[in-house]
């Protein structure tokens, strides 16, 4: 999932028209031109997202790995979620001071030696606190950078150039999950059962070699990452309206939650954002467990090097195809005849969890298609969600911090369902915990049926 834009007391201009015709030749040429934003945009939102899935994605399937319950290690892991949720509260407060590049750099070194301390402290004694207590503190660094980086590429381009790397800034950000979800959960699978020669199917501190390995590389990418900004990215401008002290970022903060609870029916589109994904909340934890977990415990027994490459390849792809379709769907239809088939796409497919609950199937084929369609249909469906908040709960006096506290909302629901998921899951076993899956899209059926459409596309 890509995180919420981060707000700043400047409005993001508006979506820059695309590029006529006869501008594309010397705009493409451009791109790899000395200086270009080729240099920094793609290495920029890939470390973004590299940071946001090792923090809230692989360290689930690393807790777990370690010997945590499903409760424990679902419950760690979307605490982390929390600093991404709420970094429009703080984003006035990195506008006042240096610049917007002296913020990604600090953030993305701080994660960088982060990372490598998690991996030295894997030598410890009480460990998990240890590792606990520094992914806290990185998962804010890690929002930060996030804010600065959104910063970087709003100051430092034009609406033109902004129209040219939108789709580059995207796909950077989609192989984050790729390298995290997919390679690093790979990696450590082969780490585990081919260099160290431990047996797969076992959780405990066995794991620790492999995944001390694991954090090592993504320090390292992080440190060179932050290194090579150093060199190509531009510093960013200060917003116009940037606040001069402390007082000015509170009051522009203040200003922003009084306009947007005197929107009309807002509090039918604050329910919309917080529930229309909670299936996928209460899945999004439990089924990469229900995949490692062996078959005598509900799972399906896979190891490590399969569920990278089922989630983190072939998922991904589903989604990225998904949200393709979807977004040609709802250009041609438009989003008040769409939402609701939108929703249906999001959470009728779940099903497919619950249906290899019940017959714990042995074919790869079989659950790489499962996990596909899911994936699928998350991604067509919640282009939906999307486009609802930029159209429906975004407009107004302050457009982009408003579409951040949607998008922010849709955090806090991942977040509390993912504290919860874990110890439901084992109070409930799979296959009737898929069952309250498929019951929670209840709500997200009524929410989007009732969304109000106030303002034109």
Not at 165 to 188: D, E, K, R
Not at 262 to 275: C, I, N, P, S, T
Request: net charge positive; glycine share 10%; with cysteine.
């Amino acid at each position: 999932m890509q995180t919420a834009p981060s707000a700043t007391p400047q409005e993001h201009p508006k979506p820059p028209a695309p590029p006529a015709p006869g501008d594309r030749q010397s705009l493409f040429r451009a791109m790899f031109a000395r200086g270009t934003p080729m240099l920094w945009v793609p290495t920029g939102y890939f470390s973004m997202a590299l940071t946001y899935m090792m923090l809230t994605s692989v360290t689930s399937i690393m807790f777990k790995n370690l010997g945590m319950s499903n409760g424990e290690a679902a419950q760690y892991a979307s605490y982390l979620i929390l600093a991404y949720t709420i970094k429009p509260l703080f984003a006035p407060f990195v506008e006042m001071y240096r610049t917007k590049k002296f913020f990604v750099l600090c953030a993305q070194l701080i994660v960088g030696i982060g990372f490598g301390a998690v991996a030295l402290s894997m030598s410890l004694p009480n460990y998990l606190h240890i590792m606990v207590f520094l992914f806290g503190l990185l998962s804010l660094v890690g929002a930060t950078q996030d804010i600065a980086s959104d910063g970087v590429y709003v100051t430092s381009l034009d609406s033109k150039t902004q129209s040219l790397f939108c789709g580059i800034q995207s796909l950077s950000w989609n192989v984050g999950p790729i390298v995290a979800s997919g390679g690093m959960v790979y990696l450590s699978g082969w780490l585990h059962t081919h260099y160290f020669h431990h047996e797969a199917g076992v959780f405990g501190p066995a794991w620790i070699d492999s995944w001390r390995i694991i954090f090592f590389i993504a320090a390292a990418i992080t440190v060179v990452t932050a290194l090579w900004h150093l060199r190509v990215m531009p510093d960013g401008a200060k917003a116009e309206n940037a606040p001069k002290s402390v007082a000015d970022a509170a009051f522009i903060l203040r200003d922003s939650f009084v306009t947007f609870f005197q929107k009309r029916d807002v509090w039918l589109m604050v329910g919309f954002a917080f529930v229309f994904r909670l299936s996928i909340g209460l899945l999004e934890k439990i089924g990469p467990f229900f995949m490692v977990d062996p078959i005598a415990k509900g799972g399906l027994g896979l190891s490590n090097e399969m569920l990278g490459l089922i989630y983190g390849t072939y998922g991904l792809i589903a989604v990225l195809l998904g949200s393709l379709l979807g977004g040609i769907f709802v250009a041609r239809r438009g989003l008040p005849a769409t939402l609701f088939i939108l929703c249906c796409a999001v959470n009728i497919p779940n099903v497919t969890f619950l249906l290899m609950g019940i017959y714990q199937p042995e074919s790869l084929w079989l659950i790489s298609a499962g996990v596909a369609i899911e994936k699928f249909f998350f991604g067509f469906g919640s282009v939906g969600f999307m486009i609802y908040l930029m159209q429906q709960l975004a407009p107004g006096k302050y457009t982009t911090t408003h579409y951040a506290f949607g998008t922010g909302l849709m955090g806090l629901c991942m977040l509390v369902t993912g504290v919860i998921s874990g110890h439901l899951q084992q109070a409930l076993g799979y296959v009737h915990y898929f069952w309250l899956v498929m019951a929670a899209t209840i709500p997200s059926f009524l929410v989007t049926w009732f969304a109000p459409f106030h303002n034109k596309e």
